[in-house]
Structure formats: C-alpha cells, structure tokens
C-alpha cells in the first residue's frame, strides 16, 4: 500500500508571470471563440476524406504538397485518396514536437480557432476514440448516407453507437451529424430524413435533447456542404449553414460556457506527453488546459509526484511558437525548468500552487452501465481509462443503486450484482501497485472528473468520481 513516488518538494506559494497579463481583458478582447471536436463515425464513413476537404478548402493545407498527394495517389488508382491523406501527412509532422496518443490539427476562419483531435494510428480503435473523446468539446459524427452504408454502420455491432454513446457518457455537449457522402444517393432529401428520424431515435435513448443535435448535408468527396462550395440542383430541400459555419456557432455557444471556466477555475492541464531535453532540469509536457489560465514565470504543482515547477515556456499552435498565456481548451505544450520527468507520465495532471489535486489507488465512483451480456459483481475486474490513461481496476464493493435522475435518491442498499443500464455507488481499486494515480472529483471538473469502464473489450459503463480516497 506504499505510495511508489518519490516525495518531492511542494511549493507552498504562487509565483508571479513574468510579463503579467490580465485574464479577463485578454479574453474579452483578443482571443477568438475556440473549439476543440473529435470526429467520430464508422470505418469508412468518410472521416479523413472529410477532414482533409475541410482543411484543403479553408486553406490549412499547402497547395504543392495537396497536387503532390493527388499525383501519388493518382498513379495507384484511388483518385481520392489524397484528401484522406492530408490528415496522416499532418499526423507525421505533428509528431516531431507534440504526441503520439493524440495528434491536434488546427485551423481558423474568421469566426472563430478549431482544433481537430484526433487518435491517429488505430482511428477506428475504441480505446483511441475514449481519449479523442475525452479531450474534445464537441463531436463531429460522420454518417455515411450511402445506400445500406448506414445501416452497416449502425447496427450493433458497428461503431456509430458506441462512439455516440461515449460521447454522450464524456459529457460531450453537441454533437454536429456530417451526413457524408449524400453525391451517392443523388443528394436525395428521403434518404436524408430517413437516417436522421433513425439516429434521432438513438440519439433520444441515449439522453441527447433535440437541440443538441446538428444535421448537415454534404460530401467530403466533392466538398458541397463542407465550407464554401455550393450544393449541387438536387439539393434544394436543405438550406441551413454548412459544416464549417455550423461549427463556428457552435464554438461562439461553447465560448459562453467556457469563459466562466477560464476566470473562475484554478489552473488544471492534463498532461498528454512528456519530454525531456539536455538541460537536467527542464520537461516538455504536451497536454491540455482543462480549466483556469496559465502564464510564463507561474509556478505549478504535478501529481501525483508532488513536484513543483516554474512554467519557463509555452508553446502553441501550428507554428508552435512562443506564446504568453493558455487558457482551457488549448492544446499546449509548457516547457518547465526545476522538473525531475522521470516521475512524471502521460495521464499525470498539474495544477497551479495551493490547489490539491488527490492521488489514490481507490475511489468512490457513480457508474452508469450500458448494455451487457453480463452483470457486474464485486471483485470483477475492469479497465479503467481516463483520457490517455488505461489502468486495470477492480470493483471492490457495489454500494448502492441511485436514482440516475437524482443520484441523491438512493433505491437500494444492498447492492449484490450491477445488472444493465443501472446507476450505482460504487468502491473501485486499480489493481496495478506501481504507482498512484491523481484523480478530481465530477465537481471540480465536469470532464476529468469522468472515466469510462471497458469489460472484454467492450465499454460497459462511464463513471463519475465522487470520491478519492
Ligand atoms: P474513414 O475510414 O472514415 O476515414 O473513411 P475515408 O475517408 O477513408 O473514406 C472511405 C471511402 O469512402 C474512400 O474510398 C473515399 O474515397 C470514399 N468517400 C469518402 N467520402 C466520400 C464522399 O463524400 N462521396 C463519395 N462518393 N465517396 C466518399
């Protein structure tokens, strides 16, 4: 029951930035609306044709190295393989500097700064889509409106509910429907009711409000609905925004919500990567702002060593260029001096000075079960991911069963076995001894308060962290 890391010095009090900047007047007046979206969907449903469209027609992507792609991908005889391709070229070069685990593509428009997060390597991998998930603000679901493309997609074996459940259990607050490929079904308005009466049936069960749901027209293939390209004659039973203007309303209604989150909250960064360089006491971390701000010269806590650091650098964006402050939502990279990183891995979370964060091994957590085949008893073992985190678990003790409407109402007390879709208390243990992990509560934030629980390969519950022990 040892705590395996090595207690280092915590400081007790803040540090000043260095060049001061006042939060509030810098998010009033000089940052722009800022959203982070995963983009979820089946295998083949479009995703990188997608994506690639999207950054080529917002100008994010070099024009040389897009007519290099299309020649290759030419000569091999898949014509449209070069858009696909734009997402894994960025992917290549993002790895020099930032992760593996997560790669972030970012774009602006006028409206408003986007990051695309994205799993690379196994995108269709749900353990990669959990921390896709998990770091993104909202989801673009990519539906492949071919004839019985959808319904390959969306039975129960396929990866559209899952991925839309998780979104639903990360708290995921919209999610934007990319109706894709709509050139194969001659932009017909039937076929596009038909699979969002469908979806919108799934989406209802799983707690999502009408609202909450955003319903797009277009192709990846050919870009009409993506950006600026106009709908072809055909189409002339949709009239709403397109994808990217969609988005932009979006990120202006997230901006709102997370203003308050920025001003009110302490500093909170989940750490994605770490790095060390020659100079014995400097890391690099890769990871995001989870809430509160964040400046050079500022001294921050890392859990669970309990190391304190002086924030020397931050480096931002597709330049990944100096900048003089992070706020939550942004993808970063802190270069820290008086920093010992062998103690310090992806998963680990930092907080300014005076903010405990706990580290444990047991927690007190609300699960939410989805379907299974079989119930959960105590002493049946789990995993256990939280972002880039994934630790073997143990339920140790069922509590109770809860009203999940009200989880203050308890319905049961004697808890024997968890069957589906049920909410209970819950004690659970990670089994691994090696080291603790920290961990907040859904209080004090609503995103890494979360963790989801996969049983043989399949998601079977999310959880809310009430309580570390
Ligand atoms: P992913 O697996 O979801 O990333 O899907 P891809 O982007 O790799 O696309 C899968 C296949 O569908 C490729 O052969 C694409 O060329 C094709 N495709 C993607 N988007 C469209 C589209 O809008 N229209 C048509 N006709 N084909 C598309």
Redesign the pocket.
């Known amino acids: 029951e040892e705590k395996i890391i090595k207690a280092y010095k915590r400081a007790a009090q803040p540090t000043k930035p260095r060049n001061p900047i006042d939060v509030k007047q810098y998010i009033d007046t000089q940052a722009k609306p800022h959203l982070n979206f995963v983009v979820l969907?089946h295998?083949?449903?479009?995703?990188?044709?997608?994506m690639g469209r999207l950054l080529y027609d917002i100008g994010a992507v070099d024009k040389n190295k897009i007519r290099k792609l299309k020649k290759e991908s030419e000569q091999i005889g898949k014509g449209?393989?070069h858009l696909?391709w734009v997402m894994d070229q960025t992917t290549e070069e993002r790895e020099r500097g930032v992760t593996v685990s997560i790669c972030t593509s970012d774009f602006k428009t006028p409206a408003a700064n986007f990051t695309i997060v994205d799993a690379p390597g196994h995108?269709d991998f749900v353990p990669n889509a959990i921390a896709g998930v998990s770091q993104a603000d909202v989801a673009v679901l990519?539906v492949d409106c071919g004839t019985d493309a959808f319904e390959s997609g969306f039975n129960l074996d396929g990866q559209t509910k899952e991925h839309t459940l998780l979104a639903r259990s990360m708290d995921i607050s919209t999610i934007v429907v990319a109706m894709?490929?709509m050139?194969?079904v001659d932009w017909s308005a039937i076929r596009f009711y038909q699979i969002q009466d469908e979806l919108m049936e799934w989406f209802k069960k799983i707690g999502y409000k009408e609202d909450q749901i955003k319903w797009v027209p277009l192709?990846?293939?050919?870009g009409e609905g993506v950006y600026k390209i106009p709908y072809p004659e055909e189409q002339n039973w949709y009239d709403g925004p397109s994808l990217v203007e969609t988005l932009e309303t979006v990120a202006t209604k997230v901006n709102v919500e997370s203003r308050k989150e920025v001003l009110d909250k302490p500093f909170i960064f989940s750490i994605l990567e770490v790095t060390t360089t020659k100079k014995h006491d400097e890391s690099i971390l890769a990871g995001k702002v989870e809430s509160g701000s964040i400046q050079p010269g500022e001294t921050i806590t890392i859990y669970p060593s309990e190391q304190s650091c002086l924030v020397d650098k931050i480096i931002a964006g597709r330049e990944q260029e100096a900048t003089s402050i992070a706020v939550k939502g942004d993808f970063v990279t802190l270069k820290l001096r008086q920093s010992h990183a062998k103690d310090i891995e992806g998963g680990d979370l930092c907080a300014s000075v005076g903010y405990d964060i706990k580290s444990a091994r047991k927690f007190k957590i609300r699960l939410s079960t989805f379907q299974m085949n079989r119930p959960l008893l105590p002493g049946t073992s789990v995993m256990l991911f939280r972002g880039v985190y994934e630790q073997p678990a143990r339920i140790n003790k069922l509590l109770t069963i809860v009203d999940p409407q009200d989880p203050s109402k308890v319905l049961k007390k004697k808890v024997k076995h968890l069957p589906s879709n049920q909410t209970a208390v819950v004690e659970i243990e990670l089994t691994e001894r090696r080291r603790w992990i920290p961990m907040v509560t859904i209080d004090e934030n609503k995103h890494i308060g979360r963790v989801i629980i996969r049983k043989d390969g399949r998601s079977v519950a999310t959880g809310a962290i009430l309580e570390v022990e």
């Open positions: 969907g295998v083949d449903a479009g995703k990188s044709t997608l449209s393989f696909a995108r990519s894709n490929k050139d194969t192709s990846g293939f050919s």
